[in-house]
């Protein structure tokens, strides 16, 4: 998604980490970088010419809080928020809402993604097609909401032919379901026929949402269509689909943050499940190449008790410390994707990819090996020397080369554990604050 923006930020990102020092010229070639990728992502020039000004003048003039190169990423990361994102919250509640757009946009298949969003989270989603002029449009609604177990509801269902009655009866049908999504017909601009459908449908059943689905590769002209249907039917959120076929998604994204109405949902792709909630400061994370900072806090909140990850990364990290953290590991899932999830994460960081490849029989093979040991040596594996060494891998029943690997391994996560503890600042996690600029220095 997005991927040429983001390739760009990254690539300015990573040029201020490596920079020695902040000054005026490092800033002049941030800002002008920012200029080319958001130009091409079809960001209004005004406006990118706007943020490129703020850019400027507060990595220049702003008091420093953090060190200078984490001064001008939060600036950036701030300034990004501040032009792509506008987002709208859909509550978890029971509701209508009621799906609307230009032909093509991607309503149907949305409404089918809405589904089984709500399903997710635990309610129980029910959809009406009132497209009744395409006679494909029904059968495509319903395949999608066959696949997701999803009741459905169209003029066969009833045997009415206008889409008022339709609509009614699906409502009536439906009334124990929590949340009704209806599919309404596109047309190819904004017409007074369209608009008078989708008022009536509106009158009628009074959806609490009126959701407007926009293709992300109009780009700028986001903020036109959205601005329109707005005035004609009173907009409540807005979902911005194919953000995965565009270079334009971040046009379309700032053009909508610059009107009234917010952004929902992101389509990223045909598949139903290829579907999110538009959090500006996760997006703009991500395009950063910072990693999803939040999702990482939530999945480490689950699954990792804080204090023993205080007390391991404050300790000296013992091979005994090195099990119960891999297990701890295990449990938050696969280890590289909550290294890519880390600040910054995106980024090459050198670590080697056996890093990543703990199996859980490597894991039984690494327990026995250190029942093999004496309490000293696990507490203090410097004094392993080789009749150790030979010691440890004939009671383990394991190669010499297994031991050391276990050795290599430990080392390895010791250096990763100590430089991300290294960093500023205590928060919940406190490897998450003070980002890993340390890190990365550490590991290159
Ligand atoms: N790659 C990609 N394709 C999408 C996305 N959303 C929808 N599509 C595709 O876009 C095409 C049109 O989507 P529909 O959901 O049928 O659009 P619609 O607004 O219902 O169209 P009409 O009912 O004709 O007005 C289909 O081929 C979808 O598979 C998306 O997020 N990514
Ligand atoms: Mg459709």
């Known amino acids: 998604m997005l991927d040429n923006l983001s390739s760009a930020l990254k690539k300015s990102v990573k040029k201020i980490v490596a920079s020695k020092r902040i000054d005026k010229r490092t800033v002049d070639e941030l800002v002008k970088d920012l200029q080319r990728a958001l130009i091409q992502a079809d960001v209004r020039i005004s406006l990118v010419k706007e943020l490129s000004n703020r850019v400027r003048e507060r990595a220049l003039t702003e008091k420093l809080v953090l060190n200078p190169r984490e001064h001008v990423i939060k600036i950036l990361y701030e300034e990004l928020i501040g032009i792509l994102g506008k987002s709208v919250d859909i509550p978890l509640v029971p509701q209508k809402i009621m799906m609307v757009g230009l032909n093509g946009s991607g309503k149907t298949s949305s409404c089918a993604k809405l589904a089984r969003y709500f399903q997710k989270k635990g309610l129980k989603p029910a959809v009406i097609c009132a497209d009744i002029y395409r006679p494909a449009a029904s059968d495509q609604l319903k395949q999608l909401c066959a696949r997701i177990n999803v009741p459905f509801f169209d003029s066969n269902s009833c045997g009415q032919k206008d889409v008022i009655e339709i609509v009614k009866a699906g409502v009536k049908e439906f009334s124990r379901y929590d949340v009704l999504i209806i599919d309404t017909a596109g047309r190819h601009a904004l017409e007074s026929d369209m608009i008078d459908e989708i008022r009536r449908i509106g009158a009628e059943i009074n959806p609490e949402q009126r959701l ?10 986001a903020s036109v269509q959205a601005k329109a249907f707005d005035e004609a039917i009173g907009i409540t959120g807005i979902i911005i689909t194919k953000m995965d076929g565009t270079a334009k998604g971040g046009g379309a994204l700032s053009a909508v943050a610059e ?3 917010g952004i929902a949902f992101l389509g990223t792709g045909e598949r139903v499940e290829d579907f999110e909630r538009f959090e500006p400061d996760r997006f703009v994370s991500r395009l950063l190449g910072m990693g999803d900072i939040k999702s990482l806090i939530e999945i480490a909140d ?10 391991t990364l404050k300790g000296k990290f013992t091979l005994n410390d090195l099990y119960a953290q891999l297990e701890a590991l295990r449990k938050m899932g696969p280890f590289k994707k909550l290294m890519q999830m880390l600040p910054l994460g995106g980024m090459d960081l050198n670590i080697d990819d056996n890093v990543y490849q703990v199996t859980e029989d490597k894991l039984k093979r690494f327990r026995v090996i250190m029942d093999s040991m004496t309490q ?5 594996p410097k004094i392993i020397d080789g009749s150790r060494l030979r010691r440890i891998a004939i009671g383990a029943g394991a190669s010499t080369a297994e031991v050391n690997e276990l050795l290599k391994y430990h080392r ?7 430089s991300l503890s290294s960093g500023r600042g205590r928060g919940k996690i406190p490897m998450l604050r003070g980002m890993p600029l340390k890190m990365m220095k550490n590991l290159k």
Do not use: F, H
């Not at 000293?376 to 203090?380: F, H, L, P, Q, V």
């Not at 390895?412 to 100590?418: E, G, P, S, Y």
């Open 212 to 221: 407007l689905v926009l293709d992300a590769s109009i780009g700028q002209q």
């Open 259 to 261: 009107t009234d109405s």
């Open 302 to 311: 689950e699954s990792l008790d804080k204090d023993e990850i205080e007390t």
């Open 376 to 380: 000293e040596e696990r507490n203090e």
């Open 412 to 418: 390895m996560m010791q250096k990763l554990l100590k």
